[in-house]
């Protein structure tokens, strides 16, 4: 990057921490720290809800999601919407009118204390792990750009959100957070409207978006159907897939997840919490389809120019300094042939008003084909363990084309969108994992008796241990084998599906009591571990959003049997 690009990243962030540090003025106890003293209105609800879930990994890795696989990934999010209305009717009144700092307050209120640590440390134990690979997507940045270590990398960058969250608190995160999605929304349109600009003389968006549909980058809509008839169950992203356990998957991410009810819990009124709640389910699905439809015009960009062979150069770099040197100049000769191919094809289709013949088309595919071939081959080069590089590229594919196409300036401002995204969200996590620590355990199992400035400063206490394991768990994030954002949605499918399952037995099946819940949670949390390893070893064929809607089944179903079987209750009229 230029001096100019440094100077305006590092402006951008210094200007994001001071007003975050401004806004962070609150009172020194559990409610001025986690809630914000329950003042805010639905607009920065609104921002903070937005801004704790499009985390760096949302735009450093989405467009490189719909690169390589197209725009499927959005139908994830189609279930959202009717997630924030039953949130809003069923979940959101509990916990505002009752006061509670977390969510699992109401789980020993409703059940016992061993369902609501269990479910609490479930929650953290998912929220550490998805947290720790929030920080290692901004450190891939660092890592780049500076050439360092990616373990160190971690660790500074770890170390700067451990400052931040502990000194702001969830005022400073909300108030940042709103500055963040102003600033995120109007970049990622400029880096759009340059990605078309750039595109040769004689092609628009519209020929763009015609050769993302050649190449089947623009499959917004996937029924999810073999061509037999059949359903495809393994298929990750699908209509059916998209809208249940998209579903499942909201309703517990915004409804049970503390990261998220703790933004909530920061309204003002009831109204407040349910405005800003509706308003995202509006705003989240348009804004994740502009994210990919970003990464199709890359694609369809690098469809006209030459395409690095991978994305991620430092990788490349530590190829062509190994024994693999030869083979890796053999794969990049092959690779250039096939995209001076590709060149010409693309020239003729601009002299032709880009008319995409079937013969035309079938020959771009081919190419693209021969392309992906070489790529894999070299990646095998990155998995000999002589190497031991990270052969998965897709995160870096977006960072590529801002840091070798973007004017000056631009680059830096791009940069610090993606860094300061990642600190919206990596604090909401970490605020949420101190204040579940706190009142969930600590207070219940070390210290019962704890005035305000005791819960204070142990609070920030925790913010900087769960820092501190987060950082930890990025060590491990390298080379997942997935995008960042599939890798972190894999992870919550694993657990979210169970919490909620809890939740919707709570509230929904008054007759269940906290022992046949607690049992019903155990053994759904082992059942989803086991159908999602089964998958993985390909003895079954279920897409991971599935599993969501599983745990919550598997959970409600046998919290009712148990009850009524086991322990001897019959069931009586329910409901909220």
Not at 113 to 140: C, D, E, N, V, W
Not at 416 to 431: E, H, K, M, Q, Y
């Amino acid at each position: 990057m230029s001096y100019f690009d440094w100077a305006v990243l590092v402006l951008t962030l210094a200007g994001i921490i001071f007003y975050g540090i401004i806004k962070s003025r609150t009172t020194h106890n559990l409610e001025g720290y986690f809630l914000s003293n329950r003042e805010m209105p639905w607009y920065m609800v609104l921002f903070s809800v937005m801004g704790t879930q499009a985390s760096a990994i949302t735009f450093l890795s989405a467009p490189g999601q719909a690169y390589t696989d197209g725009m499927r990934f959005v139908q994830y999010y189609f279930g959202l919407p009717l997630a924030m209305i039953v949130i809003c009717i069923a979940f959101v009144p509990i916990f505002h009118n009752a006061k509670f700092y977390t969510a699992y307050e109401f789980l020993e209120k409703r059940f016992d204390l061993k369902t609501r640590t269990f479910t609490s440390f479930l929650f953290l134990l998912q929220r550490g792990i998805s947290t720790g690979i929030s920080i290692y997507a901004p450190s891939i940045i660092l890592s780049s750009l500076l050439d360092w270590n990616i373990y160190w990398t971690n660790i500074f960058m770890g170390g700067l959100l451990i400052i931040y969250t502990a000194f702001g608190g969830a005022k400073s995160v909300a108030y940042t957070q709103q500055l963040q999605i102003v600033i995120i929304f109007a970049s990622m349109f400029i880096a759009g409207y340059l990605v078309v600009k750039y595109l040769p003389e004689g092609v628009g968006f519209f020929d763009a978006l015609k050769i993302g549909g050649v190449m089947g980058r623009t499959n917004v809509i996937t029924t999810g159907f073999k061509a037999d008839g059949g359903f495809d169950w393994r298929d990750k992203y699908n209509l059916l897939s998209g809208i249940i356990g998209g579903f499942f998957l909201a309703l517990s991410y915004f409804g049970t997840d503390q990261s998220q009810v703790g933004r909530y819990l920061t309204a003002k009124s009831l109204r407040e919490s349910r405005m800003g709640l509706l308003m995202n389910g509006l705003v989240k699905v348009p804004m994740q389809f502009f994210i990919l439809l970003l990464g199709v015009l890359i694609f369809a960009f690098y469809q006209y120019n030459s395409a690095p062979l991978f994305f991620n150069q430092s990788q490349v770099n530590k190829v062509n300094n190994s024994r693999y040197a030869d083979s890796f100049q053999s794969i990049q000769q092959a690779y250039n042939h096939a995209d001076e191919q590709k060149r010409e094809l693309m020239e003729s289709l601009i002299a032709q008003k880009n008319e995409i013949s079937t013969p035309d088309r079938n020959k771009l595919i081919d190419i693209n084909h021969q392309r992906d071939s070489l790529r894999v081959v070299f990646k095998s080069i990155l998995d000999k363990p002589e190497v031991k590089g990270d052969s998965n590229d897709a995160n870096y594919i977006f960072l590529r084309f801002v840091l070798d196409y973007l004017p000056k300036g631009l680059i830096g401002l791009l940069i610090a969108v993606i860094f300061i995204s990642s600190w919206g969200s990596i604090a909401a996590a970490l605020n949420s994992l101190a204040s579940t620590t706190i009142v969930d355990i600590h207070k219940k199992f070390i210290n019962k008796n704890m005035d305000e400035k005791a819960d204070y400063t142990t609070s920030r206490w925790y913010t900087v241990v769960w820092g501190i394991f987060c950082i930890i768990v990025a060590q491990f994030a390298y080379n997942l084998g997935n995008s960042l954002i599939e890798a972190v949605n894999i992870l919550g499918s694993l657990f979210y599906g169970v919490i909620l399952g809890v939740f919707l037995v709570a509230f929904f099946a008054k007759h269940v009591k906290g022992t046949a819940v607690f049992l019903s949670a155990i053994l759904g949390e082992c059942v989803v571990i086991a159908l999602f390893m089964l998958n993985e070893h390909n003895i079954i064929d279920l897409g991971f959003l599935w599993l969501n809607a599983v745990g919550a089944i598997v959970v409600f179903v046998l919290g009712w049997l148990f009850q009524l079987t086991f322990l001897n209750r019959k069931p009586v009229s329910g409901g909220i």
